[in-house]
């Protein structure tokens, strides 16, 4: 019996996301947005890095004006970056200036680069998920209806209205993606998206083991368990770390198995890892929704237009 049959009752359907560190080569940011979107691809992400990318304030704002339909995101707000009561009212904007095409990802920090070469002290893992479990609090308050009390470790928020409200009552979907048990049980109680992923160690580089199917199983079962009833409401997202459409991928695995340490299906099978021909690219796809509940698939901008095929296939089933 599969993941999918203990539990969902049936599988969700497939969309796919961009994640854009800048405009394809030679076009503007506004053009690009506008491809992707003809495309077939759902959402446009943004990073939150200072090292690499535009602003991603800027970036959503600026997708949602020039596209009609897609729906833009960060891919993931780091918390220590901004207040939580001065971020609510710029996404509170873009999601009522575009209509309601807003998702909001947050992070708690990883990537050493953003603290060591801007100054913002970086604290314990533990310090940024609790500061992170707050910040998510707090943003959901304040896209609610009537004022917000807040006192917690590290935002303390009194009589606050946000505006504007956001388009959907309630807020936009939430995304919070981890590998820890931590941040995973959080987001299954408190995300409407999560991403389940490999953890990070170092610079923000995934641990390879930890992305090997065995330990997703883990992971997943780990979200299921908490987020109860919830969890056939719930989203399974997958940022592509490697991502390859050819008919000879020989050179790419062989790198990979000898990086993840592991056998090749398992390497092949791995969430953050999809190459392959555009048929055998489908099939992984339907195999991993089928096993873990995937349907959610970001990948990097220099991939997108290899992936539209799969994109045009899949979208919507």
């Known amino acids: 019996m599969t993941a999918h049959q203990r539990g969902a009752r049936h599988p969700r359907r497939f969309r796919f996301g961009v994640e854009m560190q800048g405009p394809f080569p030679g076009m503007s940011w506004a053009d690009s947005a506008r491809e992707v979107e003809a495309m077939g691809y759902s959402t446009l992400f943004v990073p939150d890095h200072f090292h690499q990318g535009w602003g991603p304030i800027a970036g959503m704002a600026t997708t949602a004006a020039a596209t ?5 995101a960060p891919l993931v707000l780091a918390c220590d970056f901004r207040h939580p009561a001065v971020l609510a009212r710029e996404l509170a904007s873009i999601d009522v200036l575009s ?3 807003l998702e909001i990802g947050l992070g708690a920090g990883y990537n050493e680069l953003d603290y060591s070469r801007s100054g913002i002290p970086m604290d314990s893992p533990g310090i940024r998920v609790d500061r992170l479990m707050e910040h998510t609090r707090v943003l959901q308050q304040l896209f609610a209806d009537g004022t917000t009390n807040f006192v917690g470790n590290h935002y303390r928020i009194t009589e606050l209205d946000g505006t504007p409200k956001p388009v959907t009552p309630g807020g936009p979907p939430i995304i919070i993606a981890g590998g820890g048990a931590r941040l995973l049980r959080f987001a299954a109680q408190h995300a409407d998206i999560i991403g389940i992923n490999p953890s990070t160690k170092g610079k923000g580089r995934p641990t390879a083991q930890d992305a090997l199917p065995e330990r997703i199983d883990e992971k997943v079962a780990l979200v299921r368990a908490e987020a109860g009833e919830r969890f056939d409401t719930l989203e399974l997202n997958a940022w592509l770390s490697v991502a390859e459409i050819s008919e000879d991928t020989s050179t790419t695995v062989d790198a990979l198995t000898g990086r993840f340490g592991a056998a090749r299906d398992d390497v ?6 999809l190459v392959g021909s555009a048929s055998e690219v489908v099939e992984r796809l339907l195999q991993r929704r089928e096993r873990w509940g995937y349907s959610y698939i970001v990948v ?3 991939a997108a237009r290899a992936f539209a095929p799969v994109v045009a296939s899949l979208r919507g089933q």
């Not at 092949?268 to 890892?273: E, G, K």
């Open 99 to 101: 209509g309601g095409r």
């Open 268 to 273: 092949l099978a791995s969430p953050i890892v």
């Open 68 to 72: 009609t339909s897609l729906i833009v």
């Open 300 to 302: 990097q901008g220099s």
